[in-house]
């Protein structure tokens, strides 16, 4: 079976690469995260958390290797291995007492494991892909915030303009004075769509990464079983049908 190890490399150098970017255009993106501290924080926090649930995806992996690998050695004391979690339902159906490598099982058994195998998995990446899209969610969100902020602080300017004065300089310095917040709900809107739609583009290639090695880990697990199984339907009083 494939090693996750090489799935870690790229996604911590993709991270890596990410930083680095970051860091070389620090001061426009503090600027951005600073229109509206409270609100990018969350977006950030949500993503940190997302990368921390793909990693984990993952690593998750490393376990159930192990179980195979002991598994496969013939040796007995199984018990003694953390019993696995995405394959527990393998680890249910052969036993302890199942001789390693010659265990038998039936076509509709087997097709069970696999499905109840794939279904656990399907529920890990369900909840990255549901931090994706609260990260677009998020960005959006902020976006009318800050355009409903914008609105209304430019309707309260609009209104609050006495045209009556003759002088034009003074009518113009509030109008300039007044527009500071618009500008500030507009840098909101901007900010928090950038962050929003940035860590959704990080998270989700992150995923794509996590995805495929849980599918090179599935797909290795099906030709291991399929290789050293002896697949049987019993009908008729217990006839083996190859």
Same mark, same amino acid.
């Given at each position: 079976?494939?090693?996750?190890? *090489?799935?870690?490399?790229?996604?911590?150098?993709?991270?890596?690469?990410?930083?680095?970017?970051?860091?070389?255009? *620090?001061?426009?993106?503090?600027?951005?995260?600073?229109?509206?501290?409270?609100?990018?924080?969350?977006?950030?926090?949500?993503?940190?958390?997302?990368?921390?649930?793909?990693? #984990?995806?993952?690593?998750? /992996?490393?376990?159930?290797?192990?179980?195979?690998?002991?598994?496969?050695?013939?040796?007995?004391? /199984?018990?003694?291995?953390?019993?696995?979690? !995405?394959?527990?339902?393998?680890?249910?159906?052969?036993?302890?007492?199942?001789? #390693?490598?010659?265990?038998?099982?039936?076509?509709?058994?087997?097709?069970?494991?696999?499905? &109840?195998? *794939?279904?656990?998995?399907?529920?890990?990446?369900?909840?990255?892909?549901?931090?994706?899209?609260?990260?677009?969610?998020?960005?959006?969100?902020?976006?009318?915030?800050? /355009?409903?902020?914008?609105?209304?602080?430019?309707?309260?300017?609009?209104?609050? /303009?006495?045209?009556?004065?003759?002088?034009?300089?003074?009518?113009?310095?509030?109008?300039?004075?007044? !527009?500071?917040?618009?500008?500030?709900?507009?840098?909101?809107?901007?900010?928090?769509?950038?962050?929003?739609?940035? &860590?959704?583009?990080?998270?989700?290639?992150?995923?794509?990464?996590?995805? *495929?090695?849980?599918?090179?880990?599935?797909?290795?697990?099906?030709?291991?079983?399929?290789?050293?199984?002896?697949?049987?339907? #019993?009908?008729? &009083?217990?006839?083996?049908?190859?």
């Amino acid at each position: 079976m494939s090693n996750p190890k *090489h799935t870690l490399f790229w996604m911590t150098l993709f991270l890596g690469v990410v930083i680095i970017v970051g860091a070389l255009i *620090h001061k426009p993106l503090i600027s951005a995260f600073m229109a509206n501290w409270v609100f990018n924080l969350l977006i950030l926090s949500v993503l940190i958390i997302g990368i921390g649930l793909t990693y #984990r995806q993952v690593f998750v /992996l490393f376990p159930e290797l192990k179980w195979i690998a002991q598994f496969r050695t013939g040796h007995t004391g /199984l018990s003694v291995v953390q019993e696995p979690r !995405l394959l527990k339902p393998l680890a249910r159906q052969l036993g302890e007492d199942t001789k #390693r490598d010659r265990f038998t099982l039936s076509t509709l058994s087997l097709r069970t494991v696999l499905d &109840g195998i *794939h279904s656990r998995m399907d529920e890990q990446r369900e909840i990255t892909r549901y931090f994706i899209s609260l990260l677009v969610f998020l960005g959006l969100l902020g976006t009318f915030w800050g /355009l409903l902020g914008t609105i209304n602080s430019v309707g309260q300017v609009i209104t609050g /303009l006495d045209m009556s004065q003759q002088d034009f300089g003074t009518v113009f310095a509030e109008l300039q004075e007044g !527009l500071l917040t618009p500008l500030e709900g507009m840098g909101t809107a901007f900010s928090s769509s950038l962050l929003g739609l940035g &860590g959704s583009l990080i998270l989700g290639f992150l995923d794509i990464q996590a995805g *495929h090695a849980q599918n090179r880990f599935y797909d290795g697990l099906e030709e291991w079983l399929t290789g050293v199984t002896n697949l049987v339907d #019993r009908v008729d &009083g217990g006839k083996d049908l190859s």
